[in-house]
C-alpha cells in the first residue's frame, strides 16, 4: 500500500513564497503522476499542478506564473513552490499519486495566506 507523507505548509504573508513536499513510499509499481490538489472552506478539492515521469506539467490558471511543481522519480518525491501567494491560495493542500490506474490522495496540509 503506497503511503504518503506531506511537509511543509503553515502560515506566509500575502506575496510571500512557501514550499511543500511530498514523499511516497511503499509501491510496487511505478508511479506515473505526482502532483498537488487544493480544498478552500467551503470549495470542491481542485487541482493545483501534475507532473508526470516525463516532466510534462499541469497547471491551473490561478497559479500558472506563480507555483513551480517538481519531482524526484527515483526517490518518489514531489515538491511544489509557491510563489507571490494571494489569499486565495488557502487552502488544505494535498498530495497526490496516479499509479497502476488507481489514485491517491495524502492527508492534507493546510496553507494559509494572510494579509
Known amino acids: 500500500q503506497v503511503q504518503l507523507v506531506e511537509s511543509g505548509g503553515g502560515l506566509v504573508q500575502a506575496g510571500g513564497s512557501l514550499g511543500l513536499s511530498c514523499a511516497a513510499s511503499g509501491s510496487r509499481f511505478i508511479i506515473d503522476v505526482m502532483g498537488w490538489y487544493r480544498q478552500a472552506p467551503g470549495k470542491q478539492r481542485e487541482l493545483v499542478a501534475t507532473i508526470t515521469r516525463g516532466r510534462a506539467t499541469d497547471y491551473a490558471d490561478s497559479v500558472k506564473g506563480r507555483f513551480t511543481i517538481s519531482r524526484d522519480s527515483a526517490k518518489n518525491t514531489v515538491s511544489l513552490q509557491m510563489n507571490s501567494m494571494k489569499l486565495e491560495d488557502t487552502a488544505v493542500y494535498y498530495c497526490?499519486?496516479?499509479?497502476?490506474?488507481?489514485?491517491?490522495w495524502g492527508q492534507g496540509t493546510q496553507v494559509t495566506v494572510s494579509s
Open positions: 497526490y499519486v496516479y499509479y497502476n490506474f488507481q489514485s491517491l
